[in-house]
């Protein structure tokens, strides 16, 4: 296996259990597409899950004092959350 695919695995790996951060602007992980006050969209990897997506949106929305709950799985990594009291 090449360097850069031993590379990429370590970071799988560790992306996947939690050990690398996966938070907004880590560049591993959930992203926010858009947002405001009231609603937030994310993206996500495919090696990750929805819960990855709402922690992201739950701080955002947090920032509201509210939060985040899935209003749409957009399908491919994609999810829209509203942001409530």
């Given at each position: 296996m090449s360097k850069g695919g031993s590379w990429?695995?370590?970071m799988v790996a560790l992306t996947a259990t939690g050990c690398v951060t996966t938070g907004a602007?880590?560049?591993?992980?959930?992203?926010?597409l858009?947002?405001?006050e009231r609603s937030v969209?994310?993206?996500?990897?495919?090696i990750q899950?929805?819960?990855h997506a709402l922690k992201v949106a739950d701080e955002?929305?947090?920032?509201f004092g509210r939060s985040a709950v899935?209003?749409?799985d957009r399908g491919r990594g994609k999810f829209n959350?509203?942001?409530?009291e």
């Open positions: 990429w695995f370590v602007g880590s560049g591993f992980g959930p992203r926010i858009s947002a405001n969209s994310v993206e996500i990897l495919p899950s929805e819960r955002h929305c947090k920032k899935l209003a749409q959350y509203e942001c409530v």
